[in-house]
Every structure is written in structure tokens, then in C-alpha cells.
């Protein structure tokens, strides 16, 4: 028996089962099954927990059992228990269990095989148990025979897959070993067994027949209710229509109305960068002769401010012409015209 790589875990109680096991070479023996009692006492040692040992590898005996059964090597269960592990991954299947058991017998175990009497309890319900055909197996999912366009399934009512007893899941094909199973209980009945059963079997199709025709009516009745359903899909399919027309009305209007709008606004529209275009230019056309003007001003206030120059300037100019004037007029008639220097 391999060890686990698992840690030691503390005591969980005194348990019947062993650990996982990893594997079973096919030289190992097979220990005895273990029952609600201790394997080679009646009571149970009363011992602590010893956490040093590792709960995950089965010890054999302890000092308690005697060394020539301990010699065995029969795996007994870990005082501390095995309550809470899970097995490993490779632990043998139930067929690779049974053939190593088969090869790993001892001749104790053999021997008490051999005095214990067989049995003999029949064939298994398996054996038994006539083999179901595949016609049998119809997949539940299945929701409608029918499709639309797109090929999505149509669900519809209770008869869209078809009548309960004569659809195309109402009835089995018959297994070829039930059809013989019936050919030899046929050879073997009585006659007065068959007419008993024959006259069984037409009761039964009787009682058969007035199921069908009660489904038929009730199919009919479905058919009726699903017309119904058409009828008023078809009421609402006109009101849809008219609805549709009349949108299509208002809309063909409000597209008129659109396109005479369009036509005005773009008119207007027209109009208005032209008005603003001659705007911009007189805009222009004012400030030029806003300029023009402020310039012929200030030429204005210049031309004003040298004539008053030139006016001060003249003035001053006439009175010192009248002082000499007269300043000569004294002169010449005094010394004559010319007058003597000094």
C-alpha cells in the first residue's frame, strides 16, 4: 500500500473504515472485511491518540495481538481514525477490485468458500428482464414536428406532434425476441387459453377503439379552436393593414408639407445671405467714408490752425510796418528824405 503525501490530522472519533487506498499490487492479500466489532477482540483499547503516527498509512496490529497473527500482515483500522479523508486518485475500480481479490485469496478464506454451500437464487432481474427496442427511446426535447420559414420550431397546441394514440410516437415497433417470446407461448397455449385471451384482447381494442374516436373528437375540437385562433390573428392582421395605410397617408403628406417647407426655407434662405452679403458691403462702405470724413477734418483743424497763425502773424506784421512807416515820415521832414548818420 502506497503513502499518502497528505498531513496528519488529529483524532475525529473511533471509525469502521480504513483510508483511501492508492493502489493493490497483485502480490498483496486482501484483508478480511471489518464489522461494527474490533478484528481479533471484543472490546475495543482504550488508548489517547497518538498525533505522531500518520492516520493516512494503515498500521498493522499493535503489541496487543500476538506476533504470529501480526506476521499475517493484516491491516487493522488507525486508532485515531479516518473520519473526513478523502480517497486518491487511483483507486482501483470495482473489476480490477474483484480480479485482484479473485488472485489474492488466502487458503483460509478458500477453504471456508469451499464448506459454505452455494445457493443457486435464479437468474438476476436483468437476465430476466426482456430488452427494451430502440423505437422506445424518443428524445423529450423534441417540441414540434413543424417549422417556419427561418427553421425555428412551431410550438402550437396539444395535438401539434401529432394524436396521442395514433401519432407517430403512440405506437413501438416489437422487439424480434418479444415476437418470438410470443410464438412459443402461442405454440404452447391451449386453445381454450387462446380464446380467452383473444376474447380479452378484443375487449380491450373495444374499449381501445372508443379512446380513439373520443381523441378524434378532441383533435377536431383542437382543430376548431386553433381556426378560432386564425380567425382573430386574421382580424388583427386587416386592422394592422389599415393601420399601415393610414400612416402611410399622413406620411406621404407630411413629406409634401416637408418638401414645400424645404423649397420656402431655401428660398428665405437665399434671400437672407444675399440681404447679408449686401449688408457686409455697405458695412464696409460706411466705415470707408467715415474715414474719409475724419481725415478731411483733421485737414480742416490743420488749415484752421495756420490761418490763425497766419493771422496772429500779420498782425503783428501791419503794426510794425505802421511804426516804421511813420518813423520815416518824421525823419524825411526834418534832415530831408535821407537822414545823416552819426
Do not use: C
Not at 381454450?192 to 378524434?216: C, H, M, V
Request: proline content about 6%; overall charge negative; aromatic content about 4%.
Amino acid at each position: 500500500m502506497l503513502r499518502s503525501s497528505s498531513p496528519p490530522t488529529p483524532a475525529s472519533g473511533h471509525t469502521i473504515y480504513f483510508d483511501a487506498m492508492t493502489d493493490i499490487s497483485p502480490s498483496a492479500t486482501m484483508p478480511p472485511p471489518i464489522g461494527n466489532e474490533y478484528p481479533y477482540s471484543n472490546t475495543i483499547p482504550d488508548q489517547q491518540s497518538d498525533t505522531t503516527k500518520r492516520p493516512d498509512i494503515p498500521h498493522q496490529e499493535n503489541d496487543s495481538i500476538s506476533q504470529e497473527k501480526s506476521k499475517s500482515g493484516v491491516y487493522v483500522e488507525h486508532p485515531n481514525g479516518s473520519e473526513g479523508w478523502l480517497p486518491t486518485d487511483n483507486v482501483p475500480t470495482e473489476q480490477q477490485s474483484t480480479r485482484v481479490a479473485e488472485t489474492t485469496i488466502s487458503p483460509d478464506q478458500q477453504q471456508q468458500t469451499q464448506q459454505t454451500p452455494s445457493v443457486d437464487v435464479g437468474p438476476s432481474a436483468s437476465d430476466v428482464a426482456p430488452k427494451t427496442s430502440a423505437s422506445l427511446a424518443r428524445s423529450t426535447s423534441k417540441k414540434s414536428t413543424f417549422t417556419s420559414s427561418e427553421g425555428k420550431q412551431i410550438t402550437g397546441s396539444a395535438f401539434v406532434n401529432g394524436a396521442g394514440t395514433t401519432g407517430p410516437f403512440s405506437t413501438v415497433e416489437a422487439d424480434e425476441e418479444l415476437l418470438n417470446r410470443a410464438s412459443e407461448a402461442e405454440t404452447i397455449l391451449s386453445p381454450k387459453s387462446k380464446a380467452k385471451i383473444y376474447k380479452s384482447e378484443a375487449q380491450d381494442g373495444k374499449r381501445l377503439s372508443k379512446i380513439i374516436k373520443d381523441e378524434g373528437k378532441l383533435e377536431r375540437q383542437a382543430l376548431q379552436n386553433t381556426m378560432r385562433e386564425l380567425e382573430e390573428l386574421q382580424m388583427a392582421q386587416k386592422l394592422a393593414v389599415k393601420n399601415e395605410a393610414t400612416a402611410h397617408g399622413i406620411q406621404a403628406k407630411l413629406l409634401a408639407q416637408s418638401k414645400r417647407d424645404e423649397a420656402a426655407f431655401l428660398a428665405a434662405k437665399s434671400r437672407y445671405e444675399t440681404t447679408l452679403a449686401r449688408l457686409r458691403a455697405e458695412e464696409a462702405n460706411v466705415e470707408r467714408m467715415r474715414n474719409s470724413a475724419r481725415e478731411a477734418t483733421e485737414k480742416v483743424q490743420d488749415k484752421s490752425a495756420e490761418i490763425d497763425g497766419l493771422r496772429l502773424t500779420f498782425g503783428v506784421d501791419e503794426r510794425e510796418r505802421e511804426i516804421k512807416l511813420s518813423q520815416l515820415k518824421s525823419e524825411r521832414g526834418a534832415t530831408g528824405f535821407w537822414p545823416l548818420r552819426q
